[in-house]
């Protein structure tokens, strides 16, 4: 399993361009498997040893969209936080990612608009500081004291 995410709620006033938080997992069959069983996302290229060994990739890969959601899981617990909810996510599946690759994503405030209490970041996911996957998500901050 991956680092311990705690619990976190950065005040919408004080969330700042530049701030950038992360979290890494190893990806393991366990994982794989229980993805696919979620997602209904059954491809072989995900769970069949034989089927893999014959693709460009030469062995079974990670799902782009579960590295991909280790990005919600650090804007759920530590940027903003608590509360948030996801507006976007554009995503580039770069490279793939192999059983017992530790993926490291990163994402980091690019933009915020006070007004509507958006944020917005650069996500990106690496494995040995390749990206595998990138792009840009937008998330909203409700104001606890109203919405």
């Known amino acids: ?18 701030m950038s938080v992360s979290y890494s997992q190893t990806i393991t069959d366990s994982d794989i498997k229980s993805f696919s069983g979620i997602s209904g996302d059954r491809n072989p290229i995900h769970l069949d040893e034989v089927y893999a060994e ?14 991909a959601s280790f990005f919600s ?9 608590e509360g948030c909810v996801y507006v976007s996510q554009s995503l580039n599946f770069k490279r793939p990612v ?3 690759d530790t993926v490291t994503a990163i994402v980091e405030v690019i933009k915020i608009d006070k ?5 917005f970041f ?7 500081n390749k990206i595998v996957t ?9 104001n606890v004291d109203r919405d």
């Open 73 to 81: 899981a650090l804007f759920g617990t530590k940027i903003p936080g």
């Open 115 to 119: 007004i509507k209490r958006r944020v």
């Open 98 to 100: 192999y059983i017992n």
């Open 1 to 18: 399993m991956g680092e311990n995410l705690v619990f976190n709620k950065i005040p919408f006033e004080n969330i700042e361009i530049g």
């Open 134 to 142: 990138d792009g840009e998500a937008e998330l909203y901050v409700p």
């Open 54 to 67: 014959n693709s460009k990739y030469k062995k079974r890969i990670a799902h782009g969209l579960l590295t």
């Open 122 to 128: 650069k996500t990106v996911c690496k494995v040995r």
